[in-house]
């Protein structure tokens, strides 16, 4: 990293809640809350015009500006920390990595949606992560979280059938069943990897009717969770990252789901 400028100017600017400018944090009332904090930490950097070595407000000035938890923001600042836009300093505090105009997206710093290959690379990668986390919560996870993503999905089921029209959320049960594992390496590139799922497939979710097939998976995939089936849950989520399937969706015309 190159050396530090100086902070001066943008540490009195940032150093208490009162003194943090206006335009610079919003707070964040609904959507996914973890990134939609990147997204305003990212603003804000850019806003304030700080560059590589500038200070960041402390985590506090943060939750209260944005009214988020602490677990959403520091979600959030894993994000920024893996894909090189923020340093954390442990016992010093957080400083901008990157300058903003050499700012990608997080999926695209890791793929390239126009590669050769790219479906094939994105699903492999899927599997090797998605198979270890679901071992790993397996043997972790207590029942109780377990019978809280079982409700979640009850509810998924329950708003598809008054809702024909609903979308599903690309890998939001994957990212919580990863979430589950505690092992947040996991969990940060599974968010990498939804990202790039989204950049490849574009419009798939509105033009391609699996709703009820996928879910029906994922209950599968949970009952054996929840069962502490290891040797199970992985052969259905072998089954359900079938690479010939994703290549035929993403060829797919757009058509309604009967």
Same mark, same amino acid.
């Given at each position: 990293m190159t050396s530090r400028p100086s902070t001066e100017p943008h540490a009195a600017a940032v150093a208490a809640p009162s003194a943090a400018p206006d335009t610079g944090l919003r707070s964040i009332t609904q959507g996914r809350v973890a990134e939609r904090v990147v997204a305003e930490i990212r603003s804000y950097i850019t806003t304030n015009q700080l560059l590589p070595g500038h200070r960041l407000p402390?985590?506090?000035?943060?939750? +209260?500006r944005l009214?988020?938890?602490? =677990?959403? *923001?520091? +979600?959030?600042?894993?994000?920024? $920390? $893996?894909i090189g836009l923020i340093e954390v300093r442990h016992g010093d505090g957080m400083y901008v990595a990157a300058p903003p105009e050499t700012w990608t997206s997080s999926a695209a710093a890791i793929f390239d949606a126009t590669e050769e290959h790219a479906l094939r690379n994105l699903v492999e990668t899927r599997l090797g992560v998605e198979l270890s986390a679901t071992i790993a919560a397996t043997?972790?996870?207590?029942?109780?979280? *377990?019978?809280q993503l079982h409700q979640v999905l009850e509810?998924?089921? &329950?708003?598809?059938?008054?809702?024909?029209?609903?979308? @599903?959320?690309?890998l939001a049960f994957e990212l919580?069943?990863?979430?589950?594992?505690?092992? $947040?390496?996991?969990?940060?590139?599974?968010?990498? *990897?939804?990202d790039a799922w989204l950049q490849l497939s574009g419009g798939l979710r509105s033009s391609v009717g699996r709703h009820r097939e @996928?879910?029906?998976?994922?209950?599968?995939?949970? &009952? =054996?969770?929840?069962s502490r089936n290891i &040797?199970?849950?992985?052969?259905?989520? $072998? &089954?359900?990252?079938? *690479? +010939?399937?994703?290549?035929?969706?993403?060829?797919?015309?757009?058509?309604?789901?009967?």
């Amino acid at each position: 990293m190159t050396s530090r400028p100086s902070t001066e100017p943008h540490a009195a600017a940032v150093a208490a809640p009162s003194a943090a400018p206006d335009t610079g944090l919003r707070s964040i009332t609904q959507g996914r809350v973890a990134e939609r904090v990147v997204a305003e930490i990212r603003s804000y950097i850019t806003t304030n015009q700080l560059l590589p070595g500038h200070r960041l407000p402390p985590e506090r000035v943060f939750i +209260e500006r944005l009214g988020v938890g602490r =677990s959403s *923001l520091r +979600e959030a600042l894993r994000v920024l $920390t $893996t894909i090189g836009l923020i340093e954390v300093r442990h016992g010093d505090g957080m400083y901008v990595a990157a300058p903003p105009e050499t700012w990608t997206s997080s999926a695209a710093a890791i793929f390239d949606a126009t590669e050769e290959h790219a479906l094939r690379n994105l699903v492999e990668t899927r599997l090797g992560v998605e198979l270890s986390a679901t071992i790993a919560a397996t043997m972790r996870a207590s029942d109780e979280d *377990l019978e809280q993503l079982h409700q979640v999905l009850e509810a998924e089921g &329950a708003r598809r059938e008054d809702r024909p029209d609903y979308e @599903w959320e690309p890998l939001a049960f994957e990212l919580a069943l990863v979430e589950l594992s505690g092992n $947040t390496w996991l969990y940060d590139i599974e968010v990498m *990897l939804r990202d790039a799922w989204l950049q490849l497939s574009g419009g798939l979710r509105s033009s391609v009717g699996r709703h009820r097939e @996928w879910l029906s998976e994922h209950r599968a995939i949970l &009952a =054996s969770v929840r069962s502490r089936n290891i &040797a199970q849950a992985q052969r259905l989520i $072998t &089954a359900h990252l079938n *690479l +010939e399937r994703f290549e035929h969706d993403l060829q797919a015309r757009p058509r309604n789901e009967p």
